[in-house]
T-cell receptor, first 113, second 113 residues
């Protein structure tokens, strides 16, 4: 994405391990940070999001943290399962972008059984 | 729950032909976004509409146009198709410009030969 850097581009973990994906952004006015999961040939699926007034949000095995000062946010998946294998995209929006989302380049997560 | 509907799901066109993609947002959603996703790439924002007015414009070629109708569905019109237009085209909807949660449709796979 134009304004978002995402790392790593590929990530392989053993089932049950944790996975962490990190993103940085440049627009200090951005205030909305969603994460999408996309399986091959399917739609991006919103899995969790965080707004700038919150530092951390958790939903079962998935959590997102945001550091506005450093302009980075991270996705944490615990107790990974083979079904978590997919491409994960971070995105940023709000602020000066009128609602459009800028996406990172994606992370191919593979969870080995 | 009702989701975003896109039609057609697959479309094959020849160079220089035209194509029309349709999007039906989630009921009561008044904002529609169009994204283009090439193979192995992140979604790229094309254009968005809020309450039937164009609200933002991204990297949309001049050969493309779009509109949102009174029932909030949207159509993306693509003319003088080029091989490079082959991609997945996603429509996403949200419940308003202040609500950034975007839910994606299943996409239209356009192949230009």
């Amino acid at each position: 994405g134009e304004n978002v850097e995402q790392h790593p581009s590929t990530l392989s973990v053993q089932e049950g391990d944790s996975a962490v994906i990190k993103c940085t952004y440049s627009d200090s006015a951005s205030n909305y940070f969603p994460w999408y999961k996309q399986e091959l040939g399917k739609r991006p699926q919103l899995i969790i999001d965080i707004r700038s007034n919150v530092g951390e949000k958790k939903d079962q095995r998935i959590a997102v943290t945001l550091n506005k000062t450093a302009k980075h946010f991270s996705l944490h998946i615990t107790e990974t399962q083979p079904e978590d294998s997919a491409v994960y995209f971070c995105a940023e929006g709000g602020g000066s972008t009128l609602g459009r989302l800028y996406f990172g380049r994606g992370t191919q997560l593979t969870v080995w059984p | 729950a009702a989701g975003v509907i896109q039609s057609p799901r697959h479309l094959i066109k020849e160079k220089r032909e035209t194509a029309t993609l349709k999007c039906y947002p989630i009921p009561r959603h008044d904002t529609v976004y169009w994204y283009q996703q090439g193979p192995g790439q992140d979604p790229q924002f094309l254009i968005s509409f809020y309450e039937k007015m164009q609200s933002d414009k991204g990297s949309i070629p001049d050969r493309f146009s779009a509109q949102q109708f009174s029932d909030y569905h949207s159509e993306l019109n693509m003319s003088s198709l080029e091989l490079g237009d082959s991609a997945l085209y996603f429509c996403a909807s949200s419940s308003g410009q202040g609500d950034y949660e975007q839910y994606f449709g299943p996409g239209t796979r356009l192949t230009v030969t």
